[in-house]
């Protein structure tokens, strides 16, 4: 449900600007992407990755990997990240529809998700109004 805009603080619009950007560029050649996180601090945008092991690993594993890096490395800094990975979301009308997922927060510790549902229109990606699925 989209009941209002997508406020951010600066900091995390940088970050989901960005997100959303690489995942336009990825979407047209490949089905799905690779979980990425990223971290904002001090005006600077830096890249965190998950640990390669040479192991498989499911997506559900990577993306809790991310967690951990991001809870690492913000962990008593003043830092602003995001998660980004695959969805999915079922409508009301029970349509599924692919969905760029972010998982914001801040360095107070606010966390929200947000889901940004995209459609291939020949070789583009259109990538839709977010839903914010923040708790009221």
Not at 17 to 27: A, D, I, Q, R, V
């Amino acid at each position: 449900m989209i009941d209002r805009p997508v406020t951010l603080p600066t900091p995390l619009n940088t970050l989901v600007t960005k997100s959303l950007e690489l995942c336009e560029l990825m979407l047209p050649v490949c089905d799905v992407f690779y979980p990425f996180a990223a971290i904002y601090e001090n005006g600077r945008v830096g890249c965190i990755f998950a640990d390669e092991t040479g192991k498989k690993k499911r997506e559900s594993q990577l993306i809790e990997q991310l967690q951990w890096r991001i809870i690492d490395t913000t962990t008593d800094t003043n830092s602003y990240s995001v998660l980004v990975y695959a969805a999915t979301v079922n409508t009301q009308d029970s349509k599924t529809l692919d969905a760029i997922a972010i998982a914001t927060a801040t360095p107070n510790h606010e966390e929200r998700l947000i889901l940004y549902p995209y459609y291939r229109v020949d070789d583009k990606i259109v990538i839709s109004p977010p839903i914010d699925t923040v708790t009221r």
